[in-house]
């Protein structure tokens, strides 16, 4: 059973476009991110949320719009996309709580082509 | 600016020797994690350390911590060719943010 699991894995499309990706955790986790993975590996968060709450919302452009219908569920639109979107997105999860362990776990990946 | 930086950015050695990658982060931090990522996929998390510990093992894993270098160290002991992968350093600095800021990542390649 997948436990972090994104679709689609990969998505090639044109300049312009909308597109969304999906990630679905059936961990039971209350919190939900989405990272960025650029072509040097270096990994970004770019939102979070906790019980469909926004929690963390880093320097991302408002063209990124992530949606929480549910905390197993959290998926993100990209209106107009650029070339520099192409990266890897990583959707996590993980559980809040007072402990201070907060270990992630990791989909497989989205990789976004823009042309 | 990145909060954590690792070194080296790639490392090569032969099956059944010790690799050691190093971790340097700015700001104080609850606690810090190494993860694992193999070429194509996505992060595993491998050890958590907490700020007011010095050392923790997981297996052929051994993590050190020295808050006061701001730095941390993964050695992983007795390498075999599926440790090849690459290892990302990742501090946690708000207690209840749950944000993890990442390294750069070390590139381990392990010879058969």
């Known amino acids: 059973d997948t436990a972090v699991s994104q679709t689609p894995k990969y998505l090639v499309t044109q300049m312009g476009n909308d597109k969304s990706i999906k990630c679905e955790q059936n961990l039971g986790h209350d919190t939900m991110y989405w990272y960025k993975q650029d072509s040097k590996k270096f990994l970004k968060i770019m939102f979070s949320y906790n019980n469909k709450e926004l929690i963390i919302n880093e320097t991302v452009p408002n063209r990124f719009s992530p949606k929480s219908p549910d905390k197993a569920h959290l998926n993100l639109h990209i209106n107009s996309l650029e070339l520099g979107d192409s990266a890897v997105y990583f959707c996590?999860?993980?559980?809040?709580?007072?402990?201070?362990?907060?270990?992630?776990?990791f989909g497989p990946g989205t990789r976004l082509t823009v042309l | 600016s990145q909060q954590g930086e690792e070194d080296p950015q790639a490392l090569s050695i032969q099956e059944g020797e010790n690799a050691t990658m190093n971790c340097s982060y700015k700001?104080?931090?609850?606690?810090l994690q190494w993860y694992r990522q193999n070429s194509g996929r996505g992060l595993v998390h491998l050890i958590l350390?907490?700020?007011?510990?010095r050392e923790k093992h997981s297996g052929r894993l051994r993590v050190t911590l020295d808050t006061s270098k701001k730095s941390s160290s993964l050695l992983i002991t007795a390498s075999r060719a599926a440790d090849t992968a690459s290892y990302f350093c990742a501090t946690s600095s708000n207690f209840g943010n749950e944000k993890l800021t990442f390294g750069t990542g070390t590139r381990l390649t392990i010879i058969p």
């Open positions: 996590a999860s993980s559980v809040r709580g007072p402990s201070g362990n907060n270990e992630q776990f």
């Open positions: 350390i907490r700020s007011n510990e």
């Open positions: 700001t104080s931090i609850n606690n």
